[in-house]
């Protein structure tokens, strides 16, 4: 199985950039498509972006389009998201998934299969 440990999420205002951090142990992460999703207090977990095995294919959800940019660096089994012009309804605990078994991107909750534990990112206006 493949673990996957989030970092870089904290306290930030509004109009500020972050950049969160997924690290993979256990497996190749190049060999999975890999999702960014998100969690707010009350709300249900939604998908915010994601990408191909090679990186050459993302896709995000509309609130976050030009905004936010997810990447990989498979030498390093590390996947990211650059948040910029962050907004406090951005407010959440950040996910990173692991599909196991599909090639293509879903924004579906339900389609992946290992997750990390999240890291929160907290945007003040």
């Known amino acids: 199985q493949v673990q996957l440990v989030e970092s870089g999420g904290g306290l930030v205002q509004a109009g500020d950039s972050v950049r969160l951090s997924c690290a993979a142990s256990?497996?190749?992460?190049?060999?999975?498509?890999m999702g960014w999703f998100r969690q707010a207090p009350g709300k249900e977990r939604e998908f915010v972006a994601g990408?191909?095995?090679?990186?050459?294919?993302?896709y995000y959800t509309n609130p976050v389009k030009g905004r936010f940019t997810v990447y990989r660096d498979n030498a390093k089994n590390t996947v990211y998201l650059q948040m910029n012009s962050l907004k406090p309804e951005d407010t959440a605990v950040y996910y990173c998934a692991a599909d196991l078994s599909r090639t293509i991107i879903t924004s579906y909750v339900q389609h992946y299969d290992a997750w990390g534990q999240g890291t929160q990112v907290t945007v003040s206006s």
């Open positions: 256990g497996r190749t992460l190049s060999n999975y498509v």
């Open positions: 990408i191909s095995r090679g990186g050459g294919t993302t």
